[in-house]
């Protein structure tokens, strides 16, 4: 299993930004990122491969940048104009492909933190 170390996260108001990290042990082909929030499922927000493919979840495009650097085996989001709605527990994942990760399959990291005031 590949260790996820997250950070950053923490508390911003409506309209700002806030930028998370994850470092892994090692590489795999797919990173991103998952959120929970109270009473609700898990869902994708963005995930990167080594290759540069990257997928958004509608509600964050335009607003969220996930980037990786290969080489360093980190991954990182930047969040923009943030929205209440975007509170959460948020998840860094990685795995050999997107369906093994997105059936929870995947190595996690510990969960970082990220709520939005109004």
């Known amino acids: 299993q590949v260790q996820l170390v997250e950070s950053g996260g923490g508390l911003v108001q409506a309209g700002g930004s806030l930028s998370l990290s994850c470092t892994a042990s090692?590489?795999?082909?797919?990173m991103g990122w998952y959120r929970q929030a109270p009473g609700k499922q898990r869902d994708l927000v963005a995930a990167v491969s080594l290759g540069g493919i990257i997928k958004y979840a509608e509600s964050v495009k335009g607003r969220f940048t996930i980037s990786r650097d290969n080489a360093k085996n980190t991954m990182n989001l930047q969040m923009n104009s943030l929205k209440p709605e975007d509170t959460a527990t948020y998840y860094c994942?990685?795995?050999?492909?997107?369906?093994?990760?997105?059936?929870?399959?995947?190595?996690w990291g510990q969960g970082t933190q990220v709520t939005v005031s109004s």
């Open positions: 090692a590489s795999t082909y797919v």
């Open positions: 994942s990685a795995a050999p492909n997107i369906a093994t990760m997105d059936a929870g399959f995947g190595s």
